[in-house]
Structure formats: structure tokens, C-alpha cells
Nanobody
Framework: QVHLVESGGGTVQAGGSLRLSCTVS????????MRWYRQGPGYQRELVAS???????NYGDSVKGRFTISRDNGKNTVYLQMNSLKPEDTAVYYC???????????????WGQGTQVTVSS
């Protein structure tokens, strides 16, 4: 069993910052990529940022230069530092990880429950 828990969402004024965290626990042998997605009201889920096991990062065009993804492999945690937030960043943010289960030795795609980020103008 693998379980992802996100935290750090909330409400902030435009121009402010928030830091999201996502920690995974359970039967984990290896974690490949870690990603953050978001889904705003009336929009499809979109990829915000990703980081590979060797630390290579990638960002969506709308967040480049404002958001930073990082990971702590010792803590099985991925972070998303969000600066210069805009009202259009308002969404539910989900973490996603590709994990090799220790119990089944199969790769699986796992998701957190989501955390709400609201940016007021």
C-alpha cells in the first residue's frame, strides 16, 4: 500500500507565496519521477512541474520563473515553492509519483488527494 499526503495549500493574495509538500509512505522500493499537476474550475488537469530521480526539472510555461520544484529523497517528499502567485494559479494541486512497490515489485502511478490553492486579487 502506498499513500501520498499533500499539505501547504491555502488562500493568499496576489503576489504572495505558498509552499506545497507531498510525502509518500508505504511499501516503497524506488521513486522515479515526482510531479505536480493542477486543475482549476472549468479547466482540465495540467502539468505544473516535474522532477526526475536525478533532479532534472521541467515546468509548464505559465509557471516558469515563478515556481520551483524540489525533492528530498531521504524524506520521500516533493515540494513546490510558488512565488509571485496570480489569481489564475487558483486550482486544486495534486502530486503524482511513479513508484516501484517493494511488495509487488511493480511500477505504479500514484496520486495525492489534492490541496486547494486560492489566490485573491
Amino acid at each position: 500500500q502506498v499513500h501520498l499526503v499533500e499539505s501547504g495549500g491555502g488562500t493568499v493574495q496576489a503576489g504572495g507565496s505558498l509552499r506545497l509538500s507531498c510525502t509518500v509512505s508505504g511499501s516503497i522500493f524506488k521513486i522515479n519521477f515526482m510531479r505536480w499537476y493542477r486543475q482549476g474550475p472549468g479547466y482540465q488537469r495540467e502539468l505544473v512541474a516535474s522532477i526526475t530521480s536525478d533532479g532534472t526539472t521541467n515546468y509548464g510555461d505559465s509557471v516558469k520563473g515563478r515556481f520551483t520544484i524540489s525533492r528530498d529523497n531521504g524524506k520521500n517528499t516533493v515540494y513546490l515553492q510558488m512565488n509571485s502567485l496570480k489569481p489564475e494559479d487558483t486550482a486544486v494541486y495534486y502530486c503524482n509519483m511513479q513508484i516501484l512497490s517493494r511488495s509487488t515489485l511493480n511500477w505504479g502511478d500514484y496520486w495525492g488527494q489534492g490541496t486547494q490553492v486560492t489566490v485573491s486579487s
